[in-house]
C-alpha cells in the first residue's frame, strides 16, 4: 500500500507539471496581449512596452519557462497582473468558498439520489419508477444558470425565504447548492437505480433474502456495496468537476469561488494566476481519484493495491 | 455501514463549513450602513495602477481618498477639495495652497509632501494615468501647506487631471502592496475588500466636511448577474443597484419601496470607422453610413430610458462640449453618397466589438440590419475583450463599437487622446484637427472651448465615427436611502447619502 501511494504521489507530480507545461504554453498562444489588456482602452504603445518590461513578458518564452518553473518549484507562483497579491494566496483564498459548495452538493446529490435511485428500483417499470426517470431525466436537461434564476426569483423574491446572492451562513448555501445539485442527481439517480436493478437479480441477493434479512438489510448491506464502484467513480468526477468550473452558478449567486477567478484571470491574460489556478485544480484532481480508488479498495476486499 | 458513515462524514463536514461562513454574512443590516452594488469587478484599490483608469477605481477613489480639486459640473467650475486655492504663477507654473488640519486614516497629517508623492508614485507606477502627469517637471514643497507644480510645457489639463489623482500618504512606495490597505483622507477608511464578493468602508469619523459622511458604514457588494442585482434591491437586500438595462429598470419602477433614477455620464458610444482602409477612406462612404444609421430607433427602443442620441463627439456634459447640428436619417441620400464614391451595390465589411456595455449585441445587430437596407453587407464579430483590445489598439478593424470620454470629463481626454493623428486610434487623420494641441496647451478655459468647439465640428463633419449616443447610468434604491441623488457624471458617491433603518 505503501509503495502504492508513494508511486502515485510521484505520478501525481508529473500531470501536474504535464498541465502547467500545457497550460504555460496554451496562455501564451493565446492572442491577446496582457498587457494591453491591464492598461484596457488607455494603453499607448510606450506604456504598453514598460508594462511588458516589469511583468517580464519580453523575455523569450523558454527563458520564462525556466525561470516560471523554478519559482514554482520554490513555492512562488508569481503575483497576479492586477494585484499586489500572490497568485496562489489568491487561489487558496477562494478555496474554502469552493470547497463549502462542492461538499454541499455533493452531499446533496448523493443523498438524494441513493434515496430516489433506491425508490425507483424497488418495483422497476412501476409508475413510480417511471415518474422518477421522467424527472431524473427533465433534470438532467435543465440549465443551471435558468433553475438558478428562477430560485432566486421564486424563493428569494416572491417567498423571501432565502437569500438571493452572496456567501454566508446555512442559508446561503441552500439556492446554490441546489442549483448545482440538480443535473447530477438526475445522473445519478438513473445510474443508482440501473445498479440496484441489476445486482438484485444476483445470486448473492437471492441468497441473503433466502438468510430471512429484510429487504433493507439486502439494499444497504450486499446491494449496495456491489452497486457502489460506478457510483463512487462517477461521484469523483463530479467532484472534480465542482472544483474546477462551476463558473455559472458562481455568477449567477456571486459566490466567490474558484470558478470565477479562473475564468477573469483567463480572460485578463492574468498568467501567474491561470498557472497557480490550474495547478492548484490539477492537484486536487490527482487527489480526488487517489481517493476514489482508495474507495475502490474499501469496497470491494478483492481490489488490493501493491 | 461505511456508506452510511461516510454520508453522515460529509455531511458533518459540510455543516462545519457551512458554519465556519456564518460569521462572514455579508451586510449585516445594521442601521445607518450602506450597501451598494458593484457596477464592474474591482481590479484593485491602488489609485495609480494598472487599474487606475477604471470606472469602479473613481468611485471608490471617491470615498477613500481626497483629490485637490472636483469639478462642479453644475457651476461649471473647478471646486476646492484638498487645495483651497491655486493659481498660475505663468502658463507652466502652478502654485497650490492647501487644508490644514486634514488627517489620513492611519493619523498622519497632510501636508504637501503627500502631494509630491502623489503626483511622483502615479508616473512611477505607469499605469493609464501615467501619460497624464508625464508634462510634470517638477514638485516643488515651499512649506508644508504649498506645493508649486512646473510643466514642461503649458497643460491646460492640469487642473481636469488633479481631480482625478487620488491623494495618498507621504512616503508611499511605487508597489502594488498599497492597494492590500489603502490609505486616504476620504470620507471612509478602509476595513475590509474581499476580492469578488464585498469592500467594507467604515466612516471617517475626523473627516475634514462637515457632516459627512452620512452613514456609519458603506459595503460594496458584488453582484455581477444584473437580474440577481434587480431583485436584491427589490429584497432589501442591497440598498442601491447600479448598471440595470432597460428591462429591470421597467419592473423596478412599478416595485414598492424602490425608486430608479437615470443621471448622465460622460460617456458616448460610437461605431468608429477605420479611415485608413478603403472603402472608409472615401469621406462620401463616411457620410453614407452617418446617414444610413437610425440613431433614433435604437435610442427609443434597444437604450430606451438608458441613452439619448448624440449630439456631439463628446457627452453634454463634458467641458466645452457644443451641440452640432443633427444629421437626418436618410437612406436614399446614404445610397446615393456610395454610388458617387463607386459602391452602388454597397459593399462587405465587417464590425467588431466586446461585451461589457449595456445591450452592445443588440446595437451592433441594430447596426448590421439598418446598414444591409444601403446594401452594406455587415459580419458581426464579438470578440473576447483580450482579443478585441488587440485588434482595436492594432486597427485591425473596419468597424468597432466604441464608447469613448470618461475619465477627467474634459474634452481632451477624448479629442486629442482618440482622435489626434498621433494618436493612432481610428487611422483617421486631419491636419486642421491638430488645433487640439494649441487646445490642450492653453490655460484659459475660454480660449480652450472656442478651439474644441471647432474640434467638434470637424469630427462631426469628417465622421471618423458614427456618434449613436451618450449612454445614461441607471440607479436603483430603496425608499429608505436619503439623500440620494442621480450624479452628474458616471462617478458617484455616497459620502451625503444615509439609510434610515
Known amino acids: 500500500m505503501l509503495g502504492f501511494l508513494a508511486r502515485r504521489l510521484l505520478a501525481a507530480l508529473v500531470v501536474v507539471w504535464g498541465a502547467l507545461t500545457v497550460i504555460f504554453v496554451i496562455v501564451r498562444v493565446l492572442p491577446g496581449d496582457p498587457a494591453a489588456v491591464l492598461l484596457g482602452t488607455y494603453a499607448t504603445p510606450q506604456l504598453i512596452a514598460e508594462q511588458r518590461q516589469r511583468l517580464g513578458l519580453n523575455q523569450p518564452r523558454p527563458v520564462q519557462y525556466v525561470l516560471f518553473m523554478r519559482q514554482a518549484v520554490l513555492g512562488d507562483w508569481g503575483r497576479s497582473y492586477y494585484e499586489g497579491s500572490g497568485a496562489m494566496r489568491l487561489v487558496l483564498g477562494r478555496f474554502p468558498a469552493t470547497a463549502e459548495l462542492a461538499l454541499a452538493s455533493l452531499a446533496l446529490t448523493v443523498g438524494a439520489s441513493l434515496g430516489l435511485g433506491s425508490l425507483a428500483a424497488r418495483r422497476p417499470h412501476s409508475g413510480l419508477d417511471r415518474a422518477i426517470e421522467t424527472v431524473s431525466l427533465a433534470a438532467q436537461a435543465a440549465p443551471n444558470f435558468w433553475l438558478g434564476l428562477v430560485g432566486i426569483l421564486i424563493f428569494s423574491r416572491d417567498l423571501k425565504w432565502l437569500p438571493s446572492f452572496g456567501r454566508g451562513g446555512l442559508w446561503h448555501l441552500v439556492l446554490p447548492s441546489v442549483t448545482l445539485s440538480v443535473q447530477f442527481i438526475g445522473l445519478l439517480t438513473r445510474l443508482v437505480r440501473a445498479g440496484i436493478v441489476e445486482m438484485a437479480g444476483q445470486d448473492f441477493a437471492r441468497t441473503a433474502r433466502a438468510k430471512g434479512l429484510t429487504e433493507l438489510r439486502v439494499l444497504v448491506r450486499h446491494i449496495y456495496r456491489n452497486m457502489l464502484i460506478p457510483v463512487v467513480t462517477m461521484i469523483g468526477l463530479q467532484l472534480g468537476t465542482l472544483v474546477g468550473g462551476v463558473v455559472v452558478t458562481e455568477t449567477v449567486f456571486a459566490w466567490p469561488g474558484l470558478g470565477r477567478l479562473i475564468v477573469t484571470a483567463i480572460e485578463n491574460r492574468d498568467y501567474p494566476l491561470v498557472q497557480a489556478a490550474v495547478a492548484f485544480t490539477a492537484m486536487i484532481f490527482v487527489l480526488t481519484n487517489l481517493a476514489v480508488d482508495a474507495a475502490y479498495a474499501c469496497l470491494d476486499p478483492r481490489i488490493r493495491y501493491r | ?501
Not at chain 2, 39 to 68: C, V
Not at chain 2, 199 to 205: E, I, M
Not at chain 2, 323 to 333: G, Q
Not at chain 2, 472 to 487: D, H, I, M, N
Open chain 2, 1 to 501: 455501514m461505511l456508506l452510511r458513515r461516510s454520508l453522515a462524514a460529509a455531511v458533518v463536514v459540510c455543516l462545519l463549513l457551512a458554519g465556519t461562513g456564518i460569521g462572514l454574512t455579508t451586510a449585516a443590516p445594521a442601521p445607518s450602513t450602506v450597501r451598494v452594488s458593484y457596477l464592474q469587478r474591482i481590479l484593485s484599490l491602488d489609485p495609480h495602477g494598472s487599474a487606475g483608469a477604471e470606472r469602479m477605481s473613481w468611485i471608490i477613489g471617491r470615498h477613500l481618498y481626497n483629490q485637490l480639486v472636483s469639478w462642479d459640473y453644475s457651476a461649471k467650475r473647478f471646486q476646492p477639495q484638498l487645495a483651497l486655492r491655486w493659481r498660475n504663477i505663468d502658463p507652466t507654473t502652478w502654485e497650490f495652497e492647501l487644508r490644514r488640519g486634514v488627517k489620513f486614516h492611519d493619523g498622519q497629517g497632510f501636508t504637501s509632501a503627500a502631494v509630491k508623492t502623489s503626483l511622483e508614485r502615479v508616473v512611477a507606477m505607469k499605469g493609464p494615468l501615467a501619460p497624464l502627469f508625464a508634462p510634470v517637471q517638477s514638485i516643488e514643497t515651499p512649506d508644508p501647506y504649498r506645493v508649486v507644480i512646473k510643466t514642461r510645457e503649458p497643460v491646460g489639463t492640469l487642473l481636469s487631471n488633479l481631480t482625478i489623482l487620488a491623494i495618498v500618504p507621504a512616503g508611499t512606495p511605487a508597489t502594488p502592496d498599497f492597494g492590500d490597505r489603502p490609505v486616504g483622507t476620504g470620507p471612509f477608511k478602509f476595513v475590509e475588500f474581499v476580492r469578488d464578493a464585498r469592500l467594507v468602508l467604515d466612516a471617517n469619523p475626523s473627516y475634514w466636511q462637515q457632516g459627512i459622511p452620512r452613514s456609519q458604514r458603506v459595503i460594496f457588494v458584488d453582484i455581477p448577474e444584473v437580474a440577481a442585482r434587480a431583485t436584491a434591491v427589490e429584497t432589501g437586500e442591497i440598498d442601491i443597484a447600479v448598471g440595470l438595462p432597460p428591462e429591470q429598470m421597467k419592473r423596478l419602477r412599478t416595485t414598492p419601496n424602490v425608486t430608479v433614477e437615470v443621471g448622465l455620464t460622460t460617456l458616448t458610444r460610437a461605431l468608429w470607422i477605420n479611415a485608413e482602409r478603403a472603402p472608409f477612406s472615401d469621406v462620401r462612404v463616411r457620410h453614407a453610413l452617418q446617414h444610413a444609421i437610425n440613431v433614433n430607433a435604437i435610442t427609443s427602443s434597444l437604450v430606451a430610458g438608458i441613452a439619448t442620441p448624440s449630439t456631439s463627439p463628446i457627452a453634454s456634459n463634458v467641458v466645452c462640449y457644443a451641440k452640432m447640428p443633427p444629421i437626418s436619417y436618410d437612406t436614399a441620400l446614404a445610397r446615393k453618397l456610395l454610388a458617387e464614391a463607386g459602391f452602388p451595390r454597397g459593399f462587405e465589411t465587417s464590425v467588431k466589438w466586446t461585451v461589457g456595455n449595456p445591450k452592445e449585441r443588440e446595437v451592433s445587430d441594430a447596426i448590421v440590419g439598418q446598414l444591409a437596407l444601403v446594401g452594406i453587407r455587415v459580419h458581426n464579430l464579438q470578440q473576447p475583450r483580450a482579443i478585441w483590445l488587440d485588434d482595436l489598439l492594432k486597427l485591425n478593424w473596419d468597424f468597432e463599437i466604441s464608447t469613448t470620454g470618461g475619465g477627467t470629463g474634459d474634452p481632451d481626454f477624448t479629442l486629442r487622446r482618440l482622435y489626434h493623428t498621433r494618436s493612432k486610434r481610428t487611422g483617421w487623420s486631419n491636419q486642421e484637427f491638430e488645433l487640439v494641441d494649441d487646445a490642450a496647451a492653453s490655460v484659459n478655459l475660454q480660449q480652450r472651448c472656442a478651439m474644441y468647439k471647432r474640434a467638434q465640428e470637424i469630427l462631426w463633419d469628417q465622421g471618423p465615427a458614427v456618434f449613436l449616443f451618450d449612454p445614461l447610468e441607471s440607479y436603483a434604491f430603496r425608499t429608505s436611502v436619503q439623500g440620494f441623488k442621480a450624479p452628474p457624471s458616471e462617478i458617484f458617491g455616497v459620502a451625503d447619502v444615509a439609510v434610515s433603518p
